[in-house]
């Protein structure tokens, strides 16, 4: 039975991180006959669905990652199983149970509907050992660094906690240096990049420089640590940690997840830091020479215009000091408290700021 990814560039992280765990299966771009195996965000569900329900292969359909994690009952209208959670271990051993003929009930880690229509969510899987599993194989596909999984915060509107847990795992220096050697620009994904080696609250700085001096001592290679796809917290930025940045670092850009002006609506969504924390990281940005690319949403549940006019404002300060800003508007995810919110709607004003500074290149995001 042949087993295929279906690939696109929205899931490849996932895919470079699973492709190692099945060997001999194929990338595709529909679907195939045999076993078919799909990862996606909420943003993908409405149109992998209906590529689902319109093909006419003979096939088994598996999904997994954020969307059918959080929101099993609706996956499983259109797919046969779904691996609940990390990966690594599941989906190795359901294809082998699908393939064999076993009992997938004794699968850990997996939701699936029984012979009367019931949907069967089976015992749960412990984290996994990151060093235990290949960032990627460079042969099939490649991805950033995964340095850390899980998040000790419990942000309303993230599904990182509930799909990793909220106790912080770090891959060991040995093994990021394994995979560092097929780059010379490395980049790393994580929560939060500072809070590498630490339980994610307290931060561990000691840690952070033994990983970021290991890897400075590669010759060739460029370091690009708390950018893009990482980020890092607010509170986490301080002179110590951004001397490690410049000292070790090519990247002169800090990405750091602001989220609101408003310190009702950061404490409302338990957010974990405050506007103050915000605006003394960005100044200590600046004072280091390192530019800030600051993450901001809006539309959260009962945030008013008044509170949005925060968000600008600072928005506004920190583009005139030369900082840049990403700005994007809430997406209720599954499972997660936020799931069936109703959002707020955008002010006139703020669309209208933004659109301009958008077009004078200050701001990117999607904020409708």
Known sequence: MDVSFRWNKKNAYSLAALAPLVPGALQAKEPHDGIMIYS?????????????????????????????????????????????????????????????????????????KDANGKTTLTDKRDPVDLD????????????????SRGCPFRCKYCQTPRLFGGKVRHRSIDSIVSFAKHYNDLRFTSSNALAYGSDGIHPRLDKVEKLLSTLHRIDGKEIYYGTFPSEVRPEFVTDESLELITKYCTNT?????????????????????????????????????????????????????????????????????????????????????YANVTTSPVSNRYRKVMGKMALEGKVTGSWE
């Not at 209906?50 to 797919?79: M, Q």
């Open 40 to 112: 996606f965000a909420t943003r993908q569900a409405e149109s992998i669905f209906r590529e689902v329900n319109k093909a006419s292969t003979d096939s088994i359909y598996i999904a997994g990652g954020p969307h059918p994690s959080g929101a099993t009952e609706e996956t499983l209208e259109f797919f046969d199983y779904v691996v609940v959670g990390e990966g690594e271990e599941t989906l190795p051993e359901l294809i082998d149970t699908i393939i064999s003929g076993k009992d997938v009930s004794q699968v850990k880690g997996i939701a699936y």
């Open 132 to 147: 235990k599993y290949p960032c990627f194989d460079p042969n099939i596909l490649r991805s950033p660094l995964e340095i």
């Open 253 to 337: 850009k800090l990405s750091l997840g602001a989220q609101s002006g408003s310190d009702r609506i950061l404490r409302s969504i338990l957010r974990g830091h405050t506007v103050d924390d915000v605006v003394r990281s960005i100044e200590l940005c600046f004072n280091h020479g390192i530019t800030p690319i600051v993450d901001f949403m809006v539309g959260f549940p009962d945030e008013t215009e008044e509170e949005q006019e925060m968000s600008l404002e600072l928005i506004q300060w920190i583009c005139k000091k030369g900082g840049h800003v990403h700005s994007h508007y809430l997406t209720p995810l599954p499972d997660t408290p």
